[in-house]
């Protein structure tokens, strides 16, 4: 089999310690004679994996017990649905803007709430995050605050997050949970689409703080609850089994490679390699504000949209795959996730500096 690097912005590459043992055990899942996918969501078996999944969560995000763990059916923007649907008790939400999937969220919100935007950096086409220390948001008259904390399209990252005080914060977190550590105490709800950091897509990560959970409106149907899917720990109906199990795997081996401390330090590490090049080359660009570049995901453009695609074309022929830019924005993107080993930004830098040589 070739080996390439996948820099997809999402569904994304997958540790492949992770697919080897998942492809060990395919047809016979730890001596059932059955696949994953065919167990039961109510056997023991499964039992074991939604419980050590949901540990690993807890455990690589440091949350305590007054905070739930929901492994819930599709992505990120189901929960742009429904946490309107679930929290919007005063039925006003507040926003900050940072770009196409804060949009998403908000127009969602703005079918079921009146919304207010608290800060947006759309003016510099969201090439930074917005300033919020001036926001006093003990004056908000708001049901939640959302936030995107990683803004995959554009390439922008929170560092640090507003402390709001008694307005419960919910943050978008699809594109960089357990890329670095966080304060969970800090948030109301943190959620994520499974495509990027997790697991396979068809899956959400939600994690909500009880005494929100214990406030939803029995009145909600219960396919939309978080209330009910709380009461019955994720299988209200059949979750995805399957992605659930996955998702557990690549948990445990982020706690094996030594926790988020190490891939902070990794995810880092990639990213600035990456940055530089990108920044001496004077041939490729990245025009994100230096301070809130993700390392994540990282933009770039030779500025011109057709070498731009002749570049992800001939990238994708030495195994450097999936380049090409967000539809709306265009250019080049590389999503350095988690799983994207060293080498995969090292081979990108090199081929940078080739494909400049050839073309500048
Ligand atoms: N939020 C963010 C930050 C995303 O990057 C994405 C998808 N790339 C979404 C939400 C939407 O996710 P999904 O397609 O899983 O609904």
């Known amino acids: 089999m070739n ?22 055990e395919f047809l016979d899942y730890n001596g059932s004679g059955m696949s994953v996918m065919e167990l039961s969501h109510r056997s023991k078996m499964f039992d074991e994996i939604l419980f050590d999944a949901k540990k690993s969560v807890y455990d690589l995000l440091g949350a305590t017990d007054d905070y739930e763990v929901l ?26 803007d940072t770009g196409i999937w804060s949009q998403k969220a908000l127009q969602e919100a703005s079918k079921l709430s009146q919304v207010i935007v608290l800060a947006s950096s759309k003016d510099c086409e969201y090439r930074q995050i917005p300033e919020f220390s001036s926001i006093d948001f003990s004056k908000v008259d708001a049901d939640y605050l959302h936030i995107t ?59 909500i703080r009880k005494d929100l959970l214990e406030r939803i409106p029995f009145t909600i149907p219960n396919v939309w609850s978080y209330r009910q899917a709380s009461l019955n720990n994720s299988r209200y109906h059949t979750p995805n089994t399957w992605a659930i199990y ?4 690549v948990l445990r081996w982020i706690k094996n490679e030594g926790g988020l401390d190490v891939m902070a330090s990794r995810n880092q590490g990639k990213a600035e390699k990456l940055y530089a090049a990108i920044d ?30 002749r ?47 050839k073309f500048s």
């Open 3 to 24: 080996k390439v690097f996948n820099f997809c912005a999402g569904p994304a590459t997958l540790p492949a310690k992770v697919l080897e043992e998942a492809q060990a």
């Open 71 to 96: 492994f819930l059916h599709g992505g990120a923007s189901i929960q742009f649905a429904m946490l309107p649907l679930n929290f919007c008790f005063k039925r006003k939400t507040a926003f900050i």
């Open 149 to 207: 904390s990683n803004n995959t399209i554009y390439g922008t990252q929170y560092f640090s997050f507003p402390d709001t005080g008694t307005l419960p914060l919910i943050a978008d977190m699809s594109s960089d949970i357990f890329s670095k550590k966080i304060n969970v105490k800090q948030f109301g709800v943190i959620y994520a689409g499974a495509q990027k950091n997790i697991g396979p897509s068809g899956l959400s990560l939600c994690i």
């Open 246 to 249: 996955l998702a557990g795997k």
């Open 280 to 309: 001496a080359s004077g041939f490729y660009q990245n025009k994100v504000e230096k301070s809130s570049r993700s390392w994540m995901n990282i933009p770039f453009s030779t500025g011109d949209e057709q070498l731009d695609l």
């Open 311 to 357: 570049f992800a074309d001939e990238a994708e022929k030495q195994g450097l795959m999936q380049l090409v830019g967000h539809r709306s924005t265009k250019g080049l993107r590389a999503s350095l996730y988690n799983a994207m080993p060293a080498e995969g930004v090292d081979a990108l830098v090199d081929f940078l500096y080739f494909f400049e040589g």
